[in-house]
Nanobody, 130 residues
């Protein structure tokens, strides 16, 4: 199993930047493909970005492409989401998620559906003011 803890959320003005982090503990971090999701009040939790186990492949929802960057440091058991040019519509609780894939994929795959993930953090709030 793996435990996930997000941090780094906060209040920022539109156009500003934030970096949120996801620290993992438990089973080897490199065994997990990882993803970021977000949920705004009254809305469904939605996919934001994903990264493969080896960090070599990434994917973004169209609304954040060119503004957000996902990365991971397997030596530090941590994943990051650098968010630039933030917009009020980016306001949400941001959740990291993990999927154990070491037994069945080569490390190059990412996953984009909520149901792909078994482990979730508690979330960190990002609020973008206009």
């Amino acid at each position: 199993q793996v435990q996930l803890v997000e941090s780094g959320g906060g209040l920022v003005q539109a156009g500003g930047s934030l970096r949120v982090s996801c620290a993992a503990s438990g089973r080897a971090f490199s065994s997990y493909a990882m993803g970021w999701f977000r949920q705004a009040p009254g809305k469904e939790r939605e996919f934001v970005s994903a990264i493969s186990r080896n960090g070599g492949n990434t994917y973004y929802v169209d609304s954040v492409k060119g503004r957000f960057t996902i990365s991971r440091d397997n030596a530090k058991n941590t994943m990051y989401l650098q968010m630039n040019s933030l917009k009020p519509e980016d306001t949400a609780a941001y959740y990291c998620a993990a999927r154990y894939t070491a037994a069945f994929d080569s490390g190059n795959f990412y996953y984009t559906a909520k149901d792909d993930y078994s482990y979730w953090g508690q979330g960190t709030q990002v609020t973008v003011s206009s």
